[in-house]
């Protein structure tokens, strides 16, 4: 980030001696001069920071006077505490940008030009400190150009690692589909005509490989779609310019910060109606996820030709994104027609992030490029502790001291490929923060890959973590609150504590320990995993629910089952409960009532229906649906089936459905709050912690916040890590060291 090259101006500028020093424990600096001026060097070191500088401690010593003539930067020195992290990969700064479109700079048209405020970092480090002979440079030397940048403190790029230009540094190469170079001179320009042309090319980057069309181009989506087996899951799009975003969708002063921010994130916005991008890049949803350019690379690829491209991780169904050249021909064979690579290797994959702005605040929703892994400081100390993570979203996260470094997104583990790269993420999450706990912190379920490979692990100790506590215990971590709160974790899936599939929860909760208070009335999920792909298995299970032996005529009225020999089928395996695990999940339930409300049989894809019917809920109303609570001993039941009910005879009446998908999510937030009140009455709690993928509904996450501030409750919502599984580590961790310091 320059820090060093920062340091080396800053005590020139006050006529200082002594020296500057990478370490693995920090930055060391030593300087001699007169006091006002060491005085006026403090002030600068604090107040005078480069773009991507973070200081979290400073901490002083007078020395013995040396007699130092002038200022060096010495040579980095590793082993220490690990007390310095590894920055993330950054978009071209405006300085690069502009050199990059010069025609009389050297670095013309470069697709790899950087400096120190920007640039890859975390993608091409394979040790710390972070020098260029622990990076993917080191097989680049600098030629005497860019070694004088590199040597002369006055220069941009003095000590930038990843420094390079055409004579010394990486080159494109335009690869065919079975991965033999082809000799074009200029392998983008041939690219761009490919493109408009409709072939589908697979694109090295920072931390993978994407695979890209045009995107205004229906048949070149159509054959994407096809190849990669993502029929209808939306597919991020990237644009030249900010203009160029809000010409496709509706842009706030927030997603235009997050869209221009060096981070350059996916960005979820409101789309508007235009025929510049293809119906089939996002169907059935009312968002469009998209970035701006982050790379050189990108920069000229979107010069002139495009409206947009559409620009996906380059990867098979459930596998992570592909990273090195002769990995991606093998494993995107049949997908990608072409691949522009190039030969600076990427060590750590890396997605691109993805975040949304809800309640005027950024959401994040996929953690990864840009952010990661900057660790999330805690309020407190904490031993060390290896947490792996759930199945879906994964991350993993090493708790040390008051760091809790959570690695960059992982994916879901159903692959060979997945697991092997948690693997490669546990041995670079271990360098970054350099131990290796041997406390180690899983999920519950029996089932998940994360929790076996604990058993497997050598540990001292394993702490099996409840899904949902560690929700709310990861919120509560990136606020620094302690003590209890009432927990709302609302998502599709969670292995309680009782064997049943949790999802619709109320606890009770601090750091080490919950109580489940109140859960959504348990329902059948028939046929268990087939439900969450088949949403009208869920419908019948409502309407079941609601309307006892009678459920089959509403079925038949309302056209749910595909086929009347399923009646049979479905009854027999619900009364004999097979194959029909029981769930509180609230993601099931917006499966089920998309499916009431014709939105949604079928899925591609996890989430599909309950995004579809979130798109479906426009406009406003002021009609709630009924919905009970319920006490069982001890504890509080919603009971939805009136809910269903009334949504039956609606459709009966010829209610319109968009209504009635907007009633639905209205009432929502307001049965949260009766139920945050209620155990308010019980337990004098007044601090509300929202988690779990349902708050990725907008509509939702806004409307619950709402109802809850009005009810004088304070609310605490994620706002470093996403609400989905993306951060159960974070709290998996943090519920583990609680449970150590308590002797738990």
């Known amino acids: ?32 001069g007169p006091e006002v001026s060491i005085a006026s060097f403090m002030s600068g070191v604090q107040g005078e920071l480069p773009p991507l500088a973070e200081v979290s401690q400073i901490s002083c010593a007078e020395v013995e006077i040396k007699e130092d003539t002038g200022f060096r930067i010495i040579e980095s020195e590793s082993g220490g505490l690990g007390k310095v992290y590894i920055t993330p990969d950054i978009a071209t700064c405006s300085q690069c940008f502009a050199e990059l479109f010069d025609p009389e700079d050297r670095r013309f048209r470069y697709p790899f030009i950087n400096c120190t405020n920007c640039g890859p970092r975390l993608t091409i480090i394979k040790d710390i400190p972070y020098d260029r002979i622990n990076t993917s440079m080191s097989c680049f030397p600098l030629c005497p150009l860019c070694r004088g940048e590199y040597d002369n403190p006055a220069d941009r790029r003095f000590h930038a690692e990843p420094n390079a230009c055409p004579a010394c540094g990486p080159a494109l190469s335009l690869l065919d589909e079975a991965g033999k170079l082809l000799p074009d001179k200029d392998p983008l320009r041939k690219v761009v005509t490919l493109l408009l042309k409709g072939y589908v090319v697979a694109m090295k980057g920072l931390g993978g490989f994407h695979l890209a069309v045009d995107a205004a181009n229906d048949e070149a989506l159509k054959r994407l779609r096809s190849r990669k087996f993502r029929e209808e899951k939306p597919l991020a799009i990237m644009v030249k310019d900010i203009s160029a975003a809000a010409r496709i969708a509706q842009l706030g002063k927030e997603e235009e910060a997050l869209l221009l921010s060096p981070q350059r994130p996916i960005v979820l916005v409101r789309r508007r109606e235009t025929d510049a991008i293809s119906p089939a890049v996002a169907p059935g949803v009312s968002d469009l996820g998209i970035m701006l350019p982050y790379t050189p690379l990108h920069h000229m690829l979107l010069e002139n030709h495009f409206q947009a491209l559409v620009m996906t991780s380059a990867n098979q169904v459930d596998e992570p994104i592909c990273m090195r050249n002769r990995e991606a021909i093998q494993r995107l ?15 750590v994959r890396c997605d691109d992030s993805i975040v949304t702005v809800s309640s005027g605040k950024k959401r994040m929703l996929r953690r990864s490029r840009g952010f990661a892994p900057k660790p999330v400081t805690l309020k407190k100390w904490y031993p060390e502790i290896l947490a ?15 760091l809790a470094f959570v690695s960059p997104h992982i994916g879901d583990m159903e692959t060979p490929e997945a697991r092997d790269f948690h693997q490669e993420s546990l041995t670079l999450m271990q360098k970054i923060a350099e131990c290796k706990p041997d406390i180690i912190a899983c999920d519950l379920h029996p089932s998940y890959y994360t929790t076996k490979l604990a058993e497997e692990l050598p540990a001292s100790r394993i702490i099996k973590v409840q899904h949902h506590h560690a929700h709310i215990v990861s919120a509560m971590a990136e606020h620094g609150i302690e003590g209890e709160v009432i927990g709302v974790a609302m998502d599709g899936t969670g292995y309680g504590l009782d064997g049943t599939v949790w999802g619709g929860e109320f606890l009770v909760a601090e750091e080490a320990a919950f109580t489940r208070i109140g859960h959504i009335m348990n329902y059948l999920l028939p046929g268990g995993e087939k439900a969450i792909r088949e949403p009208w298995r869920i419908a019948v299970s409502l309407l079941r629910e609601a309307y006892g032996n009678n459920w089959q005529e509403a079925a038949e009225e309302l056209q749910i089952v595909p086929e009347k020999s399923y009646y049979e089928t479905m009854n027999r395996i619900m009364v004999q409960k097979f194959n029909s695990p029981l769930t509180s999940s609230l993601g099931r339930l917006f499966d089920g009532v998309a499916a009431l409300l014709g939105v949604r049989k079928m899925v591609t894809f996890e989430g599909q229906a309950a995004m579809e019917l979130e798109a479906m809920a426009k406009g406003k109303t002021d009609v709630l649906l009924p919905v009970d609570i319920r006490e069982t001993g001890n504890v509080l039941c919603l009971d939805f089936s009136p809910m269903i009910r009334n949504i039956v005879d609606e459709i009966r009446k010829g209610r319109n459905k968009t209504e009635i998908a907007c009633a639905f999510h209205v009432t929502l937030p307001v049965v949260f709050r009766d139920m945050a009140e209620a155990i308010r009455r019980r337990t004098g709690i007044d601090r509300v912690v929202l988690s779990g993928g349902c708050f990725q509904n907008r509509i939702l996450t806004e409307g619950t916040i709402s109802e809850l501030e009005k009810a004088g409750f304070v609310v605490y919502f994620h706002h470093l890590l996403p609400t989905n599984d993306g951060c159960i580590s974070l709290g998996q961790a943090v519920c583990a060291g609680a449970q150590v310091m308590r002797g738990i």
């Open 1 to 32: 980030m320059g820090f060093r090259p920062f340091i080396y101006r800053l005590a020139a500028k006050h006529s200082l001696s002594g020296y500057v020093q990478n370490r693995s424990d920090g930055v060391v600096v030593e300087v001699e």
């Open 333 to 347: 064979r049949g997908i990608a027609d072409y691949f522009l690579v190039h030969n600076r290797d990427i060590l």
């Open 388 to 402: 792996l993570g759930p199945q879906m979203k994964t991350t993993l996260c090493i708790l040390k001291g008051t």
